[in-house]
């Protein structure tokens, strides 16, 4: 029977990345740097905040190709509001984040929540 540590080993959250009031630039420009490289098949949860109201999304980088999806069906965020989003992604999958204009960040936490092979 799995101890109550062997369950936060496999059930996380393990972080990957946090910027706390970080300005960004617009556009198609990464704001994270390293990007995050997922170990295994799993669920990241994205907590986000930002104080102008712009679009954010994410960038999943698969077999050398990018996409870049928008959160909130494409619409801004609202400023200074608090936002979470899960995603599954694959092994090997490279995860960054984009924002459709100049922004400061008030928190951007990206955790690995579930994970196969953890």
């Given at each position: 029977?799995?101890t109550?540590?062997d369950?936060?080993?496999?059930?996380?959250p393990i972080?990957?990345?946090?910027l706390?009031?970080?300005?960004?630039?617009?556009?198609?420009?990464?704001i994270?740097?390293?990007?995050?490289?997922?170990?295994?098949?799993?669920?990241i949860?994205?907590?986000?905040s930002?104080?102008?109201?712009?679009?954010?999304?994410?960038?999943?980088?698969?077999?050398?190709?990018?996409?870049?999806?928008?959160y909130?069906?494409a619409v801004a965020?609202?400023?200074?509001?608090?936002?979470?989003?899960?995603?599954?992604?694959?092994?090997?999958?490279?995860?960054n984040f984009?924002?459709?204009?100049?922004t400061?960040?008030?928190?951007?936490?990206?955790?690995?929540?579930?994970?196969?092979?953890?």
């Open positions: 029977m799995p109550n540590e369950l936060k080993i496999i059930f996380g972080p990957q990345a946090t706390f009031d970080t300005g960004v630039a617009a556009g198609s420009t990464d994270l740097a390293p990007d995050i490289t997922l170990p295994n098949d799993g669920v949860r994205v907590t986000v930002e104080n102008t109201g712009v679009v954010f999304g994410i960038g999943v980088t698969r077999a050398g190709v990018q996409v870049v999806m928008w909130n069906a965020l609202t400023a200074d509001a608090l936002y979470m989003f899960d995603i599954g992604l694959r092994a090997g999958d490279i995860v984009q924002t459709s204009a100049a400061t960040l008030n928190l951007l936490n990206v955790d690995l929540v579930s994970a196969v092979g953890v």
